[in-house]
């Protein structure tokens, strides 16, 4: 499968975005999504994690009553709605798949696609 992540942008603090992946294949369906973010010398980190029929979903403590992770599976999209954001929220937002297993790990997606910049200014 094949991601294309969009919708990142600069936004103040207290603002919102919402960023979408498209992904590529008929098998959308069949695999767990999340979404990951990467700042400036730090290791990627897990920000939401649904699964295959988005029946589950699961949020880093971080982002926990701002961010909603959802996906439209006859649109092969997932999305990533962030409400009131932060400075600290800034980073590369990655969007991935998982045919391994449901769940926040990094080491549980195989595929990913290339990062949206999201900035917020204090």
Same mark, same amino acid.
């Given at each position: 499968?094949? +991601?294309? %992540?969009? *919708?990142?942008? +600069?936004?103040?603090? @207290? @603002?919102?975005?919402? +960023?979408?992946? %498209? %992904?590529? =294949?008929? #098998? !959308?369906?069949?695999?767990?999504? *999340?979404? !990951? ?8 980190? $897990? ?6 029929? *988005? ?5 880093? /403590?971080?982002?926990? =009553?701002? !961010?909603?992770? $959802?996906? /439209? ?15 600290? /929220? #800034?980073?590369?937002? &990655? ?6 297993? &449901? @769940? +926040? *790990?990094?080491?549980? &997606? /195989? ?7 999201? #900035?917020?200014?204090?």
């Amino acid at each position: 499968v094949q +991601l294309q %992540a969009s *919708g990142g942008g +600069l936004v103040q603090a @207290g @603002g919102s975005l919402r +960023l979408s992946c %498209a %992904a590529s =294949g008929r #098998t !959308f369906n069949s695999y767990n999504m *999340g979404w !990951f973010r990467q700042a400036p010398g730090k290791e990627r980190e $897990s920000v939401a994690a649904i699964s295959m029929r *988005g029946g589950s979903t699961d949020y880093e /403590d971080s982002v926990k =009553g701002r !961010f909603t992770i $959802s996906r /439209d599976n006859a649109k092969n999209t997932v999305y990533l709605q962030m409400n009131s954001l932060k400075p600290e /929220d #800034t980073a590369v937002y &990655y969007c991935a798949a998982s045919s391994r297993g &449901y @769940g +926040l *790990g990094v080491k549980l &997606y /195989d595929y990913w696609g290339q990062g949206t910049q999201v #900035t917020v200014s204090s």
